[in-house]
Nanobody, 124 residues
Framework: QVQLVESGGGLVQTGGSLRLSCAAS????????MGWFRQTPGKEREFVAT????????YYSDSVKGRFTISRDNAKNTVYLQMNSLKPEDTAVYFC?????????????????WGQGTQVTVSP
């Protein structure tokens, strides 16, 4: 009922920047909070950032705070993740997620819909 498609991943050097996009379609009226997670092989999917509807509140993991910025364009049903000062430890598959709750959601089980992911690789 809600589909999410991420884009914008790629290969960058340490200190570089990338901007990820997540386009939502389907029953987007049921979506409130949006979030970004990331995952590397052998590790659980971890929280990165979240934003409430219509975009008044944001929250970040300690590892990315001050470097990443989450935003949304509700007219386009799109959420963004601007990633600056990238580090090798940021290398992961980044997933977009949507929640039917309107709150600061940091737990995976607080999200109802997930995208397929986009690869971000940061070289030393």
């Amino acid at each position: 009922q809600v589909q999410l498609v991420e884009s914008g991943g790629g290969l960058v050097q340490t200190g570089g920047s990338l901007r990820l996009s997540c386009a939502a379609s389907g029953r987007t009226f049921s979506v409130y909070a949006m979030g970004w997670f990331r995952q590397t092989p052998g590790k659980e999917r971890e929280f990165v950032a979240t934003i409430t509807w219509p975009g008044g509140s944001t929250y970040y993991s300690d590892s990315v705070k001050g470097r990443f910025t989450i935003s949304r364009d509700n007219a386009k049903n799109t959420v963004y993740l601007q990633m600056n000062s990238l580090k090798p430890e940021d290398t992961a598959v980044y997933f977009c997620a949507a929640s039917r709750m309107n709150a600061i959601v940091i737990r995976r089980n607080g999200y109802d819909y997930w995208g397929q992911g986009t690869q971000v690789t940061v070289s030393p």
